[in-house]
């Protein structure tokens, strides 16, 4: 059966602080595809990347980078110099190749909260 | 137009109901999923349509609950006889299968949050 623990259900930093999102991940599969959404408090949850399990290059996008470490199950994702807006719940997800569904198991989210 | 559209946004409605949802996805995505989330969890899976087939639906898609999409377009929630444990948000996602991709990125709505009495 396929999990995802987020640890962390609470951070906060001030703003322009960097912060890591922690995503640890369980799949018997050897192919599958990791996501991190973003649910801001408008509540609907924003698509941000999508990594498959046989890339394991790093992802830099502005001022967010993932880090996928299969050795570790793990997915980080990393703001840079955070910022006001950044403030949401990030939710990583994780899907399984052998089923056709492509539905996805989500962690519980992490709250960031980014103080001025 | 280009999102995942939901209605109604909001609903509440007394113990033993019925309330129906509906989603509308974006219009090009041949695969629809219904998840629901709870406060401070992420979202949990549904059901899903491919086109207007059912393909899949979890255990946790009680006999009360329902789902359809006609005509492969939009698609409804209903639940029947609603119990205080159903109030929750009801979430809609689209994706496309295009370039044979099973597992591309979903889209999803504002979502339902049902208030149960």
């Known amino acids: 059966a396929q999990k995802v623990t987020q640890a962390q259900t609470e951070i906060s930093v001030v703003e322009k602080e960097d912060v890591t999102l922690d995503c640890v991940y369980e799949?018997?599969?050897?192919?599958?595809?990791l996501f991190w959404y973003k649910q801001p408090p408008s509540g609907e949850l924003v698509f941000l990347i999508r990594r498959n399990s046989f890339d394991e290059q790093n992802e830099i996008s502005g001022r967010y980078s993932w880090n996928f470490q299969k050795s570790t199950s793990s997915f980080n994702f990393t703001i840079t110099a955070s910022q006001v807006v950044d403030s949401a719940v990030y939710f990583c997800a994780l899907s399984e190749a052998n089923t056709n569904a492509g539905k996805s198991t989500f962690g519980d989210g992490t709250t960031l909260t980014v103080k001025p | 137009d280009t999102g995942v559209s939901q209605n109604p946004r909001h609903k509440i409605t007394k113990r033993g109901q019925n309330v129906t949802f509906r989603c509308d996805p974006i219009?090009?995505?041949?695969?629809l999923y219904w998840y629901r989330q709870t406060l401070g969890q992420g979202p949990e899976f549904l059901t899903y349509f491919q086109n207007e087939a059912q393909l899949e639906k979890s255990r946790l898609l009680s006999d009360r609950f329902s789902a359809e999409r006609p005509k492969g377009s939009f698609s409804t929630l209903e639940i029947q006889r609603t119990e205080q444990g159903d109030s929750a948000m009801y979430l809609c996602?689209?994706?496309?299968?295009?370039?044979?991709?099973?597992?591309?990125?979903?889209?999803f709505g504002p979502g339902t949050r049902l208030t149960v009495l």
């Open positions: 219009s090009e995505h041949n695969r």
């Open positions: 799949t018997r599969d050897t192919t599958y595809y």
């Open positions: 996602a689209s994706s496309t299968t295009s370039g044979g991709g099973k597992h591309n990125e979903q889209f």
